[in-house]
DNA sequence: AGCTCAACCTGGCTGC
DNA sequence: TGCAGCCAGGTTGAGC
């Protein structure tokens, strides 16, 4: 579920109810992580007030007076807010209370993970995990021809499909599964073209069509912002209506093309074998 | 350095 | 109905 707009949705959705807040409580129903939670987390955190969170990828990050916590949903995970009252459901594994709020994270498949970077420890930056993260698709650095020119100039050489390059997130980050598939056919390039062979015009469709796809998906998740966040049932679909994802042997949207399913680097693409050339 | 693949864990769906 | 087998939004780390 988590992609970069989940993300950044899930950031708007609690921002609000946490920033300018003090921990109050926090409780780890289940610390087995992708990484265990740090055993002394609750020390750490309590008494302290977070300031803002911000979003690096798909990474959260809570600013604290003496660190960041850098939190991640993993395939599963999902944030919400509660009242502390309300009974924990199976699969909170960890939650943080803020006076009579509690944010709660929900991950059935234990692939998030939940870190801290203390202040001894230098900028964010530094952070292991955060290091070798691409550059932030709507921040300058992507924007304009910024974003035609790292994905030309990072794939030279590279025999990698296209679409295990963009996914793996070391251009630009945020693009996940879903994304990757509707990005590539919005820019109309065939998924299994080595990134090396892509031309610089079309690596210009594509830093165009990432940013335009990811933009799209946040706009439909505002919208159920909501829900999203005060829900204490299954968590709102942002699923947007995908041109290609999930759809094999459905006719493509645009040329009537069935679509087709194939395996690169483990995981499923989708595309239309007419239209992405 | 870059490529491939196993691994982490749980639930839901498909097909026999 | 039961159960085996496969699939799922992410990412690291080992081995070549």
């Not at 594994?93 to 994270?105: S, V, Y």
């Not at 949207?253 to 050339?277: D, M, V």
Request: charged share 25%; glycine share 10%; net charge positive.
């Amino acid at each position: 579920m988590p992609e970069l707009p989940e993300v950044e949705v899930t950031k708007l959705g609690i921002a609000p109810y946490i920033e300018g807040k003090t921990l109050t409580e926090l409780i780890v129903h289940d610390g087995r992580f992708r990484w265990p939670v740090p055993s002394n987390l609750k020390k750490i955190l309590i008494d302290q007030t977070c300031s803002a969170i911000h979003r690096r990828g798909k990474y959260l990050l809570f600013y604290f007076e003496r660190g960041v916590m850098v939190l991640h949903l993993g395939m599963t995970g999902v944030l919400r807010i509660q009242k502390i009252q309300e009974e924990p459901k199976k699969y909170n594994r960890i939650e943080f209370h803020f006076g009579d709020t509690a944010l709660r994270f929900h991950d059935p498949r234990k692939f998030g993970s939940v870190l801290w970077h203390p202040i001894e420890h230098g900028p964010i930056e530094n952070f292991p995990l955060l290091k070798k993260l691409g550059v932030e698709p709507f921040e300058n650095e992507f924007s304009g021809v910024n974003g035609t020119k790292l994905l030309y100039e990072r794939s030279r050489g590279r025999t990698v499909s296209v679409k295990q390059y963009l996914l793996a997130g070391q251009v630009v980050v945020g693009v996940g599964n879903i994304y990757c598939s509707e990005s590539l056919f919005e820019a109309k390039i065939n998924p299994k073209t080595p990134a090396g062979k892509i031309s610089k015009p079309r690596y210009e469709r594509l830093a165009k069509a990432v940013q335009l796809i990811l933009k799209k998906a946040i706009q439909a998740g505002g919208s159920s912002l909501k829900d999203f966040v005060h829900s204490d049932g299954e968590p709102g679909h942002f699923m947007v209506l995908t041109k290609v994802y999930d759809r094999a042997g459905l006719p493509c949207k645009e040329c009537g093309t069935p679509i087709k399913q194939i395996t690169q680097g483990q995981r499923s693409t989708y595309y239309c074998p007419q239209c992405q050339k």
